[in-house]
Structures are given as C-alpha cells and as structure tokens.
C-alpha cells in the first residue's frame, strides 16, 4: 500500500480559496487512482473527487462541481485539490485516498481539517 499525507487545510472564510494537497510514498505513485473525501461532524464520509493515474480523468461530486478542481502531479508524488468559492458547508476533514486494483480505495491518509467560517 502506499502511505498518503494530507497537507493545505486551515481555517477560511466564505468565499475564499484552500488549496489541499496529498503526498504519496513510493515510486509507483502514476499507477495509482486518487481520490479526495470528506467528513463532516455528526456525518458520513462522503466522496469529493477523483482523479485518474494519468490525470486525464476527474470526477466530482455535484456539491463541489464548478468550485473545487483535483489534479496531480506525477513526477512530484503529489495529488492536489484546489477549492475555490467555499461554503460554510465545506467545513470537515478532508481525506486522500488510493487504489491501484481494487474497486474501492484502500489507502488512506490521516486527514487535514478545513473550516470555513460564515
């Protein structure tokens, strides 16, 4: 398994931009689906976004469709999620994860929180 650290999160207000990002051990990290979620306090998990190995592919969640962008960079082992225009609804801990052959993600990271005041 790869070992997933979440970085960028803070405290913002609405309307405001954070910028997270994941870093990933390894040298196989291109082989690697990507994926963001979250959760929120008294909440399930929920999924964000993902990203393919190659970063052709991106998927979204609608709650954050048109505001927040997941992409990577292979060459630096690093996943990014740019979230612009946040909402007080925003607010949770924010989770990297991947998967290399399995349909669910099964690599995880510890979390970053994000806070977004009103």
């Known amino acids: 398994q790869v070992q997933l650290v979440e970085s960028g999160g803070g405290l913002v207000q609405a309307g405001d931009s954070l910028r997270l990002s994941c870093a990933a051990s390894?040298?196989?990290?291109?082989?690697?689906?990507m994926g963001w979620f979250r959760q929120a306090p008294g909440k399930q998990r929920e999924f964000v976004a993902s990203?393919?190995?190659?970063?052709?592919?991106?998927a979204y969640a609608d709650s954050v469709l048109g505001r927040f962008t997941v992409s990577r960079d292979n060459a630096k082992n690093t996943m990014y999620l740019q979230m612009n225009s946040l909402k007080p609804d925003d607010t949770a801990v924010y989770y990297c994860?991947?998967?290399?052959?399995?349909?669910?993600?099964?690599?995880w990271g510890q979390g970053t929180q994000v806070t977004v005041s009103s």
């Open positions: 994860a991947a998967r290399l052959t399995t349909p669910d993600f099964d690599s």
């Open positions: 990203i393919s190995g190659s970063g052709a592919g991106a």
């Open positions: 390894g040298r196989t990290f291109s082989r690697y689906a």
